[in-house]
Every structure is written in C-alpha cells, then in structure tokens.
C-alpha cells in the first residue's frame, strides 16, 4: 500500500527547542517537498528535493532544515530561530517528469509555547 | 501579493447544484493544478491543465484555462456532501526552475 506517511500527527513543543518533523514516501518517487500552511491560507514552501543528496531552498526557508540521504526519508527540522513555527506541516512527493502533480501526507500540526 | 488567487473564498451550496471556482494569477505559466485539501488533511491533487490547453475533464469535474485573462476556473457538476472541502489552485513559474505557488483557497460547502 503505497503512500506518504508524516508523523507524529501533532506535536507540541516549547519556544527555544528545535524539533523534527518526518516523511516517509514508498513510492519510489524522485522529489520530495515540505509545505508550511498557516490558517486561512494556501501553502508556502520551505524546502524541495529532486535527488537524494540534494536540496533547494523554497520562499520561506529560513529557520528551517532538511536532509536527503535516502530516497524514501527527507525530514525537517525546524530550529529555534523560526520565528513563528506554529504551523500545519506537509510533506509532498512526485516522479521526476511530473514535479507539479504532488501527492501529499496527512500533515503534522506543529505547536510551539 | 499570491500568483494565484481564489474566488470566492467561500461557497456553499445545496447538494445536487454545481459549484464554480475561480482562479487568478499573475506570471506567465506552463500549468496550472487544482488540488483538494478536507478539513486538517493533506491535498488531493485533482487536475492539471497546460498552458496550451483551453479545457479538462475529469469525471465530475470541468477546469478552463483563459491565458490571455490569466484566470482559470473548476467547476463541480451534481456536487455532493462529500466534495465540502478547501480547493486550490496552484501554478508554477515559466522561467526560472521549480517554482509552484498556492492560492490561500475556496472553502467549499455542500449542504445535505
């Protein structure tokens, strides 16, 4: 059963701690994306692999992290110089040839006091 | 501002009606993408349309694409509960490497 997996589903944290956030794809998919969207709003992206060991940033990079040694994983971390990182969290993934037809996780909701 | 911006934010409707949503942007664009988002969940992506291409299909669903208006539109025939949800459009750069941007949304509501 294949599929985008993100967990935990919500996580809470206190201000000054970084925290990571997780995303598993078995679809044997090239790219990977993570996506911040906030109430009300459409969503922004942070950080976007096309290759294992290789990362672009997105609009909103800044206070965030993410690796990409394996196909399957590409994690973020965002770190305690995010200003505002209370947010709704999605993973994406796509086929190389297909970069705008993105399948999505479930999302992490990202609470930070 | 956002490359694509919906309208209406908000629609609700009687199940059984069709439901229209509209779409802007700004750039010149290779494709536009629609994309359904239930409530606290992740995107569903519903449709792609290219820039050379004026119309799509797909089951219930009918997307436009007016380029020289820099809109587009989805339309839902014979809606139902279960299309209540968020709906965006999303389009990508023409230039410049990987770039899409997401519109803030349509909230879409079918009444039973």
């Known amino acids: 059963d294949g599929g985008i997996t993100q967990s935990p589903k919500y996580l809470f944290r206190k201000e000054g701690q970084n925290v990571t956030l997780s995303c598993e794809q078995n679809?044997?998919?090239?790219?990977m994306y993570w996506y911040r969207q906030d109430p009300g709003q459409g969503l922004r992206l942070i950080y976007y692999?096309?290759?294992?060991?290789?990362?672009q940033k997105g609009d909103i990079a800044e206070g965030y992290s993410v690796s990409r040694e394996k196909k399957e994983s590409f994690p973020l971390t965002v770190t305690s110089a995010q200003k505002n990182p209370t947010a709704f969290y999605l993973c994406?993934?796509?086929?190389?040839?297909?970069?705008?037809?993105?399948?999505f996780g479930p999302g992490t909701r990202l609470t930070v006091t | 501002s956002q490359q694509g911006e919906e309208d209406p934010q908000a629609l609700s409707i009687q199940e059984g009606e069709n439901a229209t949503m509209n779409c802007s942007y700004k750039?010149?664009?290779?494709?536009l993408q629609w994309y359904r988002q239930n409530s606290g969940r992740g995107l569903v992506h519903l449709i792609l349309?290219?820039?050379?291409?004026r119309e799509k299909h797909s089951g219930r669903l009918r997307v436009t694409l007016d380029t020289s208006k820099k809109s587009s539109s989805l339309l839902i025939t014979a809606s139902r509960a279960a299309d209540t949800a968020s709906y965006f459009c999303?389009?990508?750069?023409?230039?410049?490497?990987?770039?899409?941007?997401f519109g803030a949304g349509t909230r879409l509501f079918v009444k039973a």
């Open positions: 750039t010149s664009i290779n494709n």
């Open positions: 994406a993934s796509s086929i190389r040839d297909r970069l705008y037809e993105q399948y």
């Open positions: 999303a389009t990508d750069a023409s230039a410049g490497g990987f770039k899409t941007i």
């Open positions: 692999s096309q290759i294992v060991n290789d990362f």
């Open positions: 679809l044997n998919h090239d790219a």
């Open positions: 349309i290219r820039s050379n291409e």
